[in-house]
Structure formats: structure tokens, C-alpha cells
């Protein structure tokens, strides 16, 4: 079955760049999601990439794709107070955003 | 606040006993998602309706159940519960447009405790 590893947790200094990372096992994933999750919040949707994309910018956000080796990272540009979150790598092999598999959450704490 | 809506906030409950959770979607929305998330299972996505019909099911314990009603509200029934379903669970909603950019917002959430 689909599994989705990150790492719990990551400290980064306010202003340096944060990269999340993420690696997931099913070959046939066509979409792969990071979400935010704020203390005492649902989830919100970052971004997404397509599997046939290696890198997707937005923003203070970049996505890298490694399919060969399924990997999957978040890089957060010149990271602030407010990012500090747990971030959520999810992938899905149909539609997309359907029937999401999600990884464990990396917790994400900024250093003043 | 995303305008979905979720009621109870916090459910409190013995084993063995049987809850009913209950969520609003944003006006206009027709998919509403079911998601539990739990220290030793993490977020798990549990189901999916689209305008009364099941759409996508994920894992979800045969004791459990859902089912989304005419106005589009709908309803997570947790039965038979044991000390392992203390969790939070999310409902989440989105327009329906099947797609990576079809966005799903989250509302905030019903913790139960199982005891």
C-alpha cells in the first residue's frame, strides 16, 4: 500500500530558508500535496505537483520532485514567525485530492 | 475561518457508546471529506461524498459510517467506540470539480475523547 515518510521535526533560524522533506513508496502517484496545519486549525492547501513536473515555484515556496527516487521537498524561503507549522506531505494516485495519503507531519519551529 | 462548520467542538464519551458528528460545508459546496487524525495513526483520510453519493472511501472501521443529506450536511457516525478512537476528526469541503486545483477547506474539527 501507499506510504508516506517525513521527518517530525525541523528548527530553522527566522530568516534562513526551511526544507522539508518527504518520501513516499507508490510509484503510480500522479499528485503530491503539501499542507499547512496552524495549532488548533485544520489543514491548508500550499501547493501541488504534478508527477511529471520536477519543480514548482510559488512564491516563497519550491517544490522539488525526485521521482526516480521519490522524493519529494519543500523549501520555504527567508522563513518567518508565521510559518511555524506542521507540514503535511500527501500524495494521491487518481484524480487527485480525492483519496489523499498523508505523511506523518514535520513540525516546524522557528527560531527568533 | 474557512465556513465550514463542525459541531461538537469537543465529545466526550464511554466506550461503547455511539456518536454522531456533524459538519456544514461552505455555501455552495457539494464534496465534503472526513479525515481523522490521531497521535499513533497520524491524518488519515477516511471518506469522501459528492452531492449525497459516496465518492472515495479511505480507512475507515467498519464501525463507523457517514452519509451526506440533501441540503449537503453531513454526518460521521462512530459506533461500538473504543479507547483507540479518541481523535480529531476534520470534515473538509470543496466545490467538487474533480482536479489537483480543486481545493478542499477545512473545518475546525470535533476532538473526542473516548474514556
Known amino acids: 500500500g501507499e506510504d508516506v515518510e517525513q521527518s517530525l521535526f525541523l528548527s530553522v533560524r527566522e530568516g534562513d530558508s526551511s526544507v522539508i522533506n518527504c518520501t513516499y513508496t507508490d510509484s503510480s502517484s500522479t499528485y503530491l500535496y503539501w499542507y499547512k496545519q496552524e495549532p488548533g486549525a485544520g489543514l491548508q492547501l500550499l501547493t501541488y505537483i504534478f508527477s511529471n513536473m520536477d519543480m514548482k515555484q510559488d512564491q516563497r515556496l519550491t517544490v522539488l520532485l525526485n521521482k526516480k527516487d521519490k522524493h519529494l521537498s519543500l523549501r520555504i524561503a527567508d522563513t518567518q514567525t508565521g510559518d511555524s507549522a506542521i507540514y503535511f506531505c500527501a500524495e494521491s494516485t487518481n484524480f487527485g485530492n480525492e483519496k489523499l495519503t498523508f505523511g506523518t507531519g514535520t513540525r516546524l519551529t522557528i527560531i527568533p | 475561518d474557512s465556513g465550514v462548520t463542525q459541531t461538537p467542538k469537543h465529545l466526550i464519551t464511554a466506550t461503547g457508546q455511539r456518536v454522531t458528528l456533524r459538519c456544514s460545508p461552505r455555501?455552495?459546496?457539494?464534496?465534503v471529506y472526513w479525515y481523522q487524525q490521531s497521535l499513533d495513526q497520524g491524518l488519515q483520510f477516511l471518506i469522501h461524498y459528492y452531492n449525497g453519493e459516496e465518492r472515495a472511501k479511505g480507512n475507515i472501521l467498519e464501525r463507523f459510517s457517514a452519509q451526506q443529506f440533501p441540503d449537503l450536511h453531513s454526518e460521521l457516525n462512530l459506533s461500538s467506540l473504543e479507547l483507540g478512537d479518541s481523535a480529531l476528526y476534520f470534515c473538509a469541503s470543496s466545490v467538487g470539480r474533480r482536479g489537483p486545483r480543486e481545493t478542499q477547506y477545512f473545518g475546525p474539527g470535533t476532538r473526542l475523547l473516548v474514556l
Open positions: 455555501s455552495g459546496d457539494l464534496s
